[in-house]
């Protein structure tokens, strides 16, 4: 199994520089990762680097929180496109969710995929402030809003990624939508363990050290 084609390698810390995304993506190059994940103000910069690889080119809107309007993440998700994404990783309204408004949720994440057309659309739940119940709705949204991903964690909140979580959100996604475990994957035990419950992306800065330690 080629673990490096599971792999995201995610820069989103506040302090990466030009610099550090520059030497990420040379990374993902040598080691063959399936995508970077990084801010979208790098994008340009990101895409020069990856123009002539296999690698894709993820970046996050209404990250971390994914408190902002609806017009604002819609936004962003299109002139992200514009400056050569190929994937999008949003986080959704918690608030919204925790308080029942499911449909607010689901409108919101059909609204980003519509505007994305064919690019790939990965929804951030941040199951760290959810219950289980909570987790299934979001899951739920997702899939009813043709997202083609359902993602743990933006790696900012209180927790990342967990096996129980992960359980959970592929009983709803199946085989209809794939799951993207993020935060806090460090080793490759952990990654393999993802992998088996049918993870088919992890979110991590750890890729160098999970496969070469093959």
Same mark, same amino acid.
């Given at each position: 199994?080629?673990?490096?084609?599971?792999?995201?390698?995610?820069?989103?810390?506040?302090?990466?520089?030009?610099?550090?995304?520059?030497?990420?993506?040379?990374? =993902? @190059?040598?080691?063959?990762?399936?995508? !970077?994940? &990084?801010?979208?103000? %790098? +994008?340009?910069? $990101?895409?020069?680097?990856?123009?002539?690889?296999?690698?894709?080119?993820?970046?996050?809107?209404g990250?971390?929180?994914?408190?902002?309007t609806?017009?604002a993440?819609?936004?962003?998700?299109?002139?992200?496109?514009?400056?050569?994404?190929?994937?999008?990783?949003?986080?959704?309204?918690?608030?919204?969710?925790k308080?029942?408004?499911?449909?607010?949720i689901?409108?919101?994440?059909?609204?980003?995929?519509? =505007? @994305?057309?064919?690019?790939?659309?990965? !929804?951030i &739940?941040?199951?760290? %402030? +959810?219950?289980d $119940?909570?987790?299934e709705?979001?899951?739920?949204?997702?899939?009813?809003a043709?997202?083609?991903?359902?993602?743990?964690?933006?790696?900012?909140?209180t927790?990342?990624?967990?096996?129980?979580?992960?359980?959970?959100?592929?009983?709803?996604?199946?085989?209809?939508?794939?799951?993207?475990?993020?935060?806090?994957?460090?080793?490759?035990?952990?990654?393999?363990?993802?992998?088996e419950l049918?993870?088919?992306?992890?979110?991590?800065?750890?890729?160098?050290?999970?496969?070469?330690?093959?």
């Amino acid at each position: 199994m080629q673990l490096n084609q599971f792999i995201d390698h995610t820069l989103l810390k506040p302090t990466a520089t030009p610099e550090d995304i520059q030497q990420l993506c040379e990374e =993902a @190059i040598s080691h063959q990762f399936i995508a !970077v994940c &990084i801010p979208p103000s %790098y +994008l340009q910069l $990101a895409n020069s680097v990856l123009k002539d690889s296999n690698v894709k080119l993820a970046t996050v809107i209404g990250f971390p929180l994914g408190a902002m309007t609806t017009d604002a993440k819609v936004f962003e998700a299109k002139d992200a496109v514009q400056k050569g994404a190929d994937e999008i990783d949003m986080v959704i309204n918690i608030g919204m969710l925790k308080s029942g408004d499911t449909d607010y949720i689901e409108n919101e994440i059909a609204a980003i995929k519509k =505007a @994305i057309g064919s690019k790939t659309l990965k !929804v951030i &739940i941040e199951t760290c %402030y +959810l219950t289980d $119940a909570e987790k299934e709705a979001a899951c739920i949204a997702a899939l009813n809003a043709k997202a083609d991903f359902v993602k743990t964690s933006t790696g900012f909140g209180t927790g990342g990624a967990s096996l129980e979580d992960v359980k959970l959100m592929k009983k709803i996604a199946n085989d209809k939508m794939e799951i993207k475990a993020s935060g806090g994957i460090k080793d490759r035990e952990t990654a393999l363990k993802y992998i088996e419950l049918g993870v088919s992306r992890l979110g991590t800065s750890s890729g160098i050290k999970l496969v070469k330690s093959e």
